[in-house]
């Protein structure tokens, strides 16, 4: 079934660049992508600009594939985002040590790493060097894509970021022939669970998992992730 990211793609080398092509037809549970970032035009050959209605004050988030240099700023992305958990009760996640850069690294290898930059000035290093200010993982489990981490940091969101870097990781999914992507997250967190739903992934049940999947549910069980409901989450690509 057609949704927001059946869009017109245009490899360039290992880069994408998108054009949009979703209409008011499109199911609002379908709509994937921001209304500012429905006309998405095609960047130079480095990454996904996103352009369309944005705050002025703002840069366009650009999404690209991640380089090595960019392994560093994971861990710090990633403990930012992870801090939203103590609103919600969950310290003992919000104060967990992000993997380190080294965990990445296969994952950017393979092309399955996409990072959000911004070069505003809200979003500029020190030495003047556009900041990455967000990042999605995919790993294979069980012959599927996985989401294994998606993160922004909170100052940039609830900006599309997120949904773009899912967005960029199920145009590849599917370019690769891929026909779905899974993910494991927390059922009932706002932010986790409820966010994935309202872009089209849905629940399956444990038994309709493969081994593999069933690993990473004994590791959040070490961890003692399962004292908050997770589950497993599909969507067709």
């Not at 352009?51 to 861990?75: E, H, K, W």
Request: glycine share 8%.
């Amino acid at each position: 079934q057609k949704t927001a990211y059946e869009i017109g793609v245009r490899l360039v080398g290992s880069e994408m660049c998108i054009r949009d092509r979703c209409h008011s037809a499109v199911p609002p549970h379908e709509r994937q992508l921001p209304r500012r970032w429905r006309s998405l035009a095609p960047s130079d050959a480095d990454g996904m600009c996103l352009s369309g209605r944005v705050d002025a004050s703002r840069s366009q988030p650009r999404i690209r594939l991640a380089r090595l240099g960019d392994l560093g700023d994971l861990p710090a992305v990633e403990s930012s985002a992870d801090a939203q958990f103590r609103s919600v009760g969950m310290a003992m996640v919000a104060d967990a040590e992000p993997p380190g850069p080294a965990v990445h690294a296969p994952a950017a290898a393979a092309g399955r790493l996409w990072v959000a930059e911004v070069t505003d000035d809200a979003g500029v290093t020190d030495d003047g060097v556009a900041e990455v200010v967000g990042f999605i993982r995919v790993e294979i489990v069980d012959g599927v894509p996985h989401v294994e981490q998606l993160s922004v940091i909170p100052r940039h969101q609830r900006h599309g970021i997120g949904s773009a870097l899912l967005a960029a990781a199920t145009i590849w999914a599917r370019a690769a022939g891929f026909a779905r992507m899974t993910l494991r997250t927390f059922r009932d967190v706002p932010f986790n669970g409820p966010f994935y739903a309202r872009r089209g992934w849905r629940a399956i049940a444990d038994a309709d998992t493969g081994p593999e999947m069933a690993a990473l549910r004994s590791t959040e069980e070490r961890l003692g992730l399962l004292v908050w409901p997770r589950q497993t989450m599909v969507t067709a690509v």
